[in-house]
Structure formats: structure tokens, C-alpha cells
């Protein structure tokens, strides 16, 4: 028994030597490629800036015309009285 606690007690596990191999990691997409296919950061703010600005002046427009309308209708209701 003590035998048996020896030999497993001087096992010891064999190594086996490991090849570190450096590869180029793919480089980030081009900045031409994002131009290209409309994914570029800067160009997903820009158009996003542009959407807002025009439902922005949207709004403002409808506004305006209610804004004129309101009392032009509001004169021509009281003439027909």
C-alpha cells in the first residue's frame, strides 16, 4: 500500500511544448469603406442631425401656418355673422 502511494505520488505529468505563433490581427474596415456603404460613424450622426433638423422644420412650418391661418379663419367667421 505504501508502494502504491509512492508511485502515484512521483507521477508527474508530462509537458509538452507549446508554439506561440503571432498572426497580424485584420486591420479595422477603411474609412473609405465606410464611406462607402454608409456606416461610418460620423456619417450615421451627421445623417441622424439632418433627420431631426428637418422634422424639426416641419414642425415649426405647421405652426406658422396655424399660427396665420387661425386668425384669418377666426375674421372670416365673424363676417359671415
Given at each position: 500500500m505504501k508502494s502504491?502511494?509512492?508511485?502515484?505520488?512521483?507521477s508527474v505529468p508530462e509537458t509538452q511544448p507549446?508554439?506561440?505563433?503571432l498572426t497580424n490581427p485584420g486591420?479595422?474596415?477603411?474609412?473609405?469603406a465606410w464611406m462607402q456603404y454608409g456606416t461610418s460613424?460620423?456619417?450615421i450622426i451627421l445623417a441622424t442631425a439632418v433627420v431631426i433638423g428637418a422634422i424639426a422644420g416641419v414642425i415649426v412650418s405647421v405652426a406658422l401656418l396655424v399660427q396665420v391661418l387661425v386668425p384669418v379663419m377666426q375674421s372670416n367667421s365673424t363676417q359671415k355673422k
Amino acid at each position: 500500500m505504501k508502494s502504491a502511494l509512492t508511485n502515484s505520488s512521483s507521477s508527474v505529468p508530462e509537458t509538452q511544448p507549446v508554439q506561440v505563433v503571432l498572426t497580424n490581427p485584420g486591420s479595422v474596415e477603411s474609412p473609405s469603406a465606410w464611406m462607402q456603404y454608409g456606416t461610418s460613424p460620423t456619417e450615421i450622426i451627421l445623417a441622424t442631425a439632418v433627420v431631426i433638423g428637418a422634422i424639426a422644420g416641419v414642425i415649426v412650418s405647421v405652426a406658422l401656418l396655424v399660427q396665420v391661418l387661425v386668425p384669418v379663419m377666426q375674421s372670416n367667421s365673424t363676417q359671415k355673422k
